[in-house]
């Protein structure tokens, strides 16, 4: 799988409740409407800002806070292809395999706001075309990309009824 | 069950958390390992477990694989502010019915302190919550952690969990803690030390005197926040006290779990909290702690107690005895939300619920009560508020424009007497 886009920069810890407010979240199960919100309290015009397959791009501890799955389902219904982040927090990172965002783990210093980007998720490399430069990325585990691949943990279930990691 | 995929393991001794996982997944296994685990007991809350619901059926599912261990409880907007959210309350509602699974619906108490009070949760226990403070159990040395809709979906209909054995980070936490400082200053202490996430993807293990010196009730608060460090779980070991009030709450029969002492630690820090200070997490991250002497004086305009770290009796009781036959200071408001019914019916025998009326305060559902700004206190632009949660990120209580600043009920008692923050070992003789 080979995504192409622009990247959008953010800091370190960038939590949930920046990805997708509590106000918003506890109101609806549409997530196209959620989306509009999404990191509307570190940047209110993200969403008119993202064209559909750009990245986000962060620091450190990227999703900490709330288990909410609305923050990758917003992500996504955001357009957005993938996140790049140096570190995720643990549970975020459960919900983007379960819901099928992929993420990868690299060094963000490497990437400026508005850098062209293209990832191989299979390879594990990030390309830099407006730096030309190639960023090693740490691999997922074998059991996150079954799930990533089949296109989440729905489908997982759909096809197995349980888990099958055979 | 097998083992998904293997690390080398090192021969030795294991964590609370590698013997945890390896008795629920019948395996031996080793940090780092992946496993898939049986579940004891399964939690949802209003804000995810709509969207569990819909996956549950995306996933094509019709029965939750054990009725009796399965809870979901209304408590983050509840009663419900919204006509949308009241659909959503439905939802659970009806599932709830359908499916005979346990439903706590509005004004039975917070999520976190519901599990254990109810008995759903023992020592030794695997279970799992779409709520990020699910670590709250770790306490009673259950291995309990935080999921999103999704894996809960999962969870309520296979009754398992792929988990990856976490690596563990141990406090050892020594000395006692001096007069008017408590379990809710040492974990403040604790997460601005090693940071916001300085134990990401690890389990905390919190031992020590100064631990177990505390009340069961004391401990949540701190594995309550073990998240706010990054950790996936905050446990602790059983002691006698701990045994008994497991067996007050519950009924199930239960086998605490120790780590032997030749156990591998990711990493090990060790503290002494007798001088400790009565501490404050400032705007907007948790780890933005200082200690009190450093904030004192900045003005504040609402003060809340409550919320699944620091709504129990015990908090009431340290908060009312500060707050008894004194008035909440003009133009601050004081918002009170005890953690469950059993906490509101406590505090109303004891006459705490008098104190608070009475100095002034605005008592409301048992539940989350403004933490997570959906309704009961949203601050407006600019004002400063300090409260007992666990969380004060920006935006948090409904308000991007409010400053949250995090605290004891004590020191939040003495913070709403003054107007600004304030150390409360000024009230305690
Ligand atoms: S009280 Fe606050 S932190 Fe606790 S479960 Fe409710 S919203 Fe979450």
């Known amino acids: 799988m080979s995504l192409r886009g622009y990247s959008h920069k953010f800091g370190d810890d960038v939590n949930t409740d920046y990805i997708i407010s509590g106000r918003h979240k506890f109101k609806t199960l549409d997530m196209k409407e959620l989306a509009k919100h999404v990191m509307e309290d570190l940047d209110p015009d993200f969403y008119s800002k993202v064209a559909s397959g750009d990245f986000i791009v962060a620091g450190r501890n990227f999703g900490c806070g709330s288990s909410r799955e609305q923050a990758p389902l917003a992500i996504i219904n955001a357009d957005i292809s993938a996140v790049l982040a140096k570190s995720f927090a643990r549970i975020f990172y459960r919900n983007c395999i379960n819901t099928g965002l992929p993420l990868v783990e690299c060094n963000t210093d490497l990437i400026d706001a508005g850098d062209e980007l293209d990832i191989d998720l299979e390879a594990g490399v990030v390309r830099n075309l407006t730096k030309n430069i190639d960023i090693p990325t740490t691999p997922l585990p074998a059991v996150m990309l079954k799930i990533l691949s089949e296109g989440g943990l729905v489908e997982h279930f759909r096809k197995y009824g349980t888990f099958n990691f055979d | ?429």
């Open chain 2, 1 to 429: 069950m097998k083992i998904i995929s293997k690390e080398e393991g090192t021969g030795l001794g294991k964590t609370i958390a590698e013997k945890i996982l390896s008795l629920k997944s019948g395996v031996d296994a080793k940090a780092n390992d992946i496993v898939v685990a049986d579940l004891d007991f399964v939690m949802g809350q209003d804000g995810t477990s709509p969207l569990a619901i819909q996956a549950f059926q995306e996933m094509e599912a019709t029965k939750v694989f054990d009725p009796a261990k399965i809870a979901m409880v209304i408590d983050h907007s509840s009663p419900s502010p919204l006509q949308g959210v009241s659909e959503l309350h439905y939802q659970m509602r009806q599932f709830a019915s359908q499916q005979g699974i346990f439903l706590y619906d509005i004004g039975e108490g917070v999520c976190h302190q519901l599990m254990p009070e109810k008995g759903h949760v023992v020592s030794g226990d695997l279970v799992i919550g779409a709520d990020s403070h699910t670590c709250t159990y770790g306490a009673i040395n259950a291995f309990s952690t935080g999921v999103g809709s999704t894996d809960l979906a999962a969870g309520l209909i296979s009754g398992k969990l792929w988990f990856k054995v976490p690596e563990t980070f141990k406090f050892i936490v020594n000395g006692t803690l001096p007069p008017g400082v408590y379990s809710k200053d040492l974990i403040l202490y604790l997460i601005g030390d090693v940071t916001a996430d300085g134990a990401t993807y690890m389990a905390a293990e919190y031992v020590g005197p100064a631990i177990d010196a505390l009340s069961i009730e004391a401990r949540f608060t701190i594995s309550n926040m073990a998240i706010e460090m990054g950790a996936k779980v905050g446990l602790m070991e059983a002691d006698d006290k701990t045994r008994e009030w497991v067996e007050n709450q519950s009924g199930r029969p239960f086998a605490p779990v120790t780590a032997d002492s030749d156990a591998v630690y990711a990493r090990i820090k060790e503290y002494d909290v007798s001088n400790l200070e009565p501490q404050v997490a400032k705007p907007h991250t948790v780890d933005n702690v200082s200690p009190v002497s450093e904030v004192t004086g900045i003005p504040i305009q609402q003060g809340v107690i409550g919320t699944c770290t620091n709504g129990r009796i015990e908090d009431l009781r340290i908060a009312a005895s500060i707050l008894k036959g004194r008035k909440v200071c003009p133009g601050v408001r004081l918002i009170v939300a005890p953690a469950s019914r059993q906490v509101m019916l406590q505090a109303i025998r004891e006459g705490l619920l008098e104190t608070f009326v009475e100095s002034g305060a605005a008592v409301v559902t048992p539940g989350c009560g403004p933490c997570v700004g959906t309704h009961n206190g949203v601050p407006s632009d600019g004002e400063n508020v300090i409260s007992t949660a666990n969380r004060n990120f920006k935006g948090r209580m409904g308000n991007n424009k409010a400053f949250i600043y995090l605290a004891s009920p004590a020191t939040v008692a003495a913070s709403v007497l003054t107007g600004s923050i304030t150390d409360p070992r000024e009230f305690i003789k």
